[in-house]
């Protein structure tokens, strides 16, 4: 069984789009959290929530929007899509926010923005 | 600039041969973790380091925090080519917040 599960896997659109991407985790924890993952395998978190609240937004655009519905599931939207946009988005989660929590991460999203 | 930056980038070695792989911050941290990363997935844990001079183990993986805990290293005997992924280190900094490393690409070659 998938631990932690994204779809789509590859996501391929126009710039200006508006596109959604899905998470979600059965093990049950509490964090869940969103990384880019650059050309350059450069790996940056973007948010993180606890308990459906978001704890940690780094500096993102506006543009994007998480939105977790409940422990669970942890979606991203991302409006007005432009090509540096293009990346690999990984979710992750942990059982709780600590930092010495183990972070299980999904297979990616791989983004293209033409 | 990066807060953790990893040493070497890139790495191809031959079957049988020993590597080390640097990560190395001015910052203080208080835990470490090294992750590896194949294609077309995510990053896997290996290990997580909290004590200033900790050394871990993992098979042929050896894993050490410095004493200050700003830098750390990973260290594989007689690599395998079953090891060959992106390494990366991780640190916490602040409130729960995950920093990553520059990464470092190894291949080894049957």
């Known amino acids: 069984d998938t631990a932690v599960s994204q779809t789509p896997k590859y996501l391929v659109t126009q710039m200006g789009n508006d596109k959604s991407i899905k998470c979600e985790q059965n093990l049950g924890h509490d964090t869940m959290y969103w990384y880019k993952q650059d050309s350059k395998k450069f790996l940056k978190i973007m948010f993180s929530?606890?308990?459906?609240?978001?704890?940690i937004n780094e500096t993102v655009p506006n543009r994007f929007s998480p939105k977790s519905p409940d422990k669970a599931h942890l979606n991203l939207h991302i409006n007005s899509l432009e090509l540096g946009d293009s990346a690999v988005y990984f979710c992750a989660s942990s059982r709780t926010s600590g930092y010495q929590e183990t972070q299980y991460f999904g297979p990616g999203t791989r983004l293209l923005v033409l | 600039t990066q807060l953790l930056e990893q040493s070497p980038q890139f790495l191809s070695i031959q079957e049988g041969e020993n590597l080390t792989v640097y990560c190395n911050s001015s910052?203080?941290?208080?835990?470490l973790q090294w992750y590896r990363q194949e294609p077309g997935e995510g990053p896997v844990l290996l290990v997580t380091v909290v004590t200033g001079g900790e050394v871990k183990k993992l098979k042929r993986l050896t894993f050490q925090f410095g004493d200050a805990r700003k830098d750390s290293s990973l260290h594989i005997t007689a690599a395998q080519p079953g090891d060959t992924g992106l390494y990366l280190c991780?640190?916490?900094?602040?409130?729960?917040?995950?920093?990553f490393g520059t990464g470092t690409r190894l291949k080894v070659l049957a």
């Open positions: 929530y606890n308990n459906k609240e978001l704890i």
């Open positions: 910052s203080v941290f208080s835990s």
């Open positions: 991780a640190a916490t900094s602040g409130t729960y917040k995950y920093i």
